[in-house]
């Protein structure tokens, strides 16, 4: 009891020695001008998922339009228009390496289709430009998962600046590790082909606004704006910033000539992944062609069990990791149940309850490793899709067999 004591006395002391020491920001976008602040003023640079489709109706009509005028150009017919496949790469902090090894796995196979739309969360973030541009990149994505540490990723900060910091730890090194990979010729790579019709799309949430952001990454890359590439950058940066643990990003925004900061983290804080908004119905774009869909979810998605000691903080973090677990498990749902709405065919890779490689800590290089290698030999063996997620089908299996044996008995309590 004397040692807290001495520590809430040494925390208040600090705090009021040092109040002006909490990191400074811009002034917020008032909640009324949220959808008029554009970044470096192109006007289709992002969406909001919870606001009107309009927008990104009329970006999937433009993307359809360069799409067909690709094809003619190479020769090749546009009706009826060739198959569509979308990619939508979950969060998963260093369990990405499953989603890198599966991609590269994917590639030997010869059946990794070319797709039309890639999004990303979080550490999915990191992998979909990659996977955009094809196995040509596969080598730089297999180093990424592989020999990244802690040490490319963050510094830690000491215990006060829980207090009185933005975050737990600096991620001044992810900044430099994105920088290097996320580069010029990455970038003019993307702009070429988003003006052949294909669209990456990479989740923030807006902290201030409480609002799920989607960012138009190749319309931002053909725009040529001198500070697009830095933009780029940070949106891949505030996309994996786990709140509390990481630093959030702030990005500059002007509405009017005033100039105002919009704060930035993990899109994982609202959804772990998304094919697209439930509010588009892909119908309406009035183009009759095959359409599939693959999730890749970099987390398992059965229970994993562990006796948790009665400890404040390990009970909370137990919580959190639960509901973390649980919401990753109804993004699942709701992708499969959108699919199933919109007449796409639904493909699921995860992390098995058979791989059991223990991690001594966060980015630790012999776990990453053994999970590359079971995300690429799941891929190789054919063993990596699954057309329902776990459990959906056993319930309805259940279901069916409760409907052959009849009615229950009514309850007697």
């Known amino acids: 009891m ?22 400074p920001r811009g002034p917020a976008v008032p909640s009324s001008e949220t959808v008029r ?24 009509a433009r993307a359809l339009e360069r799409e067909r005028a690709a094809l003619r150009a190479a020769g090749r017919p546009t009706t009826p228009m060739p198959p569509a496949s979308f990619l939508a790469v979950s969060g998963g902090s260093d369990n990405g390496a499953f989603g890198a090894g599966l991609i590269n796995g994917w ?11 890639v999004t990303g969360v979080s550490t999915g973030a990191l992998i979909a430009p990659f996977a955009y541009l094809g196995p040509d990149y596969d080598p730089t994505l297999r180093e990424i998962y592989t020999t990244t540490g802690p040490e490319r990723v963050f510094r830690r900060r ?25 580069d010029h010729a990455m970038f ?39 500070k697009s590439l830095d933009l780029f950058r940070k949106i891949l940066l505030a996309s994996a910033s786990i709140p509390g643990a990481f630093q959030p990003v702030l990005l500059d925004v002007e509405i009017d000539g005033a100039r105002f900061q919009e704060m930035h983290v993990d899109g994982g804080a609202i959804a772990q992944l998304f094919l697209y908004p439930q509010s588009i119905d892909p119908g309406l ?94 891929a190789v063996r054919g063993r990596a899709w699954h057309k329902t997620p776990p459990g959906l089908h056993t319930r309805r299996a ?15 309590w």
């Not at 602040?37 to 970006?59: K, S, V, W, Y």
């Not at 799309?201 to 799920?212: E, G, N, W, Y």
């Not at 774009?285 to 069990?305: G, K, M, W, Y």
């Open 2 to 23: 004397r040692r807290l004591a001495s520590f809430i006395v040494l925390a208040v002391a600090t705090a009021l020695a040092a109040g002006c020491a909490i990191p």
């Open 107 to 117: 590639t030997t196979t010869g059946t990794r289709p070319e797709f039309r739309i």
């Open 285 to 378: 774009l009035a183009v009759e062609r095959p359409q599939s869909a693959f999730v890749i979810r970099n987390a398992r998605l059965d229970p994993e069990h562990a006796e948790i000691e009665r400890r404040t903080l390990t009970i909370a973090g137990r919580a959190i990791s639960t509901m973390l677990a649980a919401s990753g498990y109804n993004d699942v749902l709701r992708a499969y149940f959108l699919t199933k709405r919109d007449g796409v065919d639904y493909n699921l890779a995860y992390i098995g309850s058979d791989f059991k490689v223990p991690r001594d800590h966060m980015f630790d290089h012999a776990y990453m490793r053994a999970l590359y290698d079971y995300g690429y030999q799941q």
């Open 158 to 182: 000491r215990l006060l600046a829980a207090l009185f910091d933005d975050a737990m730890a600096d991620t001044g090194p992810l900044a430099e590790t994105i920088a290097h990979f996320a």
């Open 398 to 412: 259940g279901r069916q067999e409760a409907a052959a044996l009849g009615p229950r008995p009514a309850p007697t």
């Open 188 to 226: 003019n790579a993307i702009a070429r082909e988003y003006h052949k019709g294909r669209l990456l799309l990479v989740s923030t949430t807006d902290l201030d606004a409480q609002r799920p952001v989607i960012w138009n990454i190749g319309a931002i890359a053909a725009s040529r704006h001198p």
């Open 37 to 60: 602040a554009l970044p470096l003023g192109i006007p289709n640079a992002r969406f909001f998922a919870d606001d009107d489709p309009a927008p990104m109706l009329a970006e999937a």
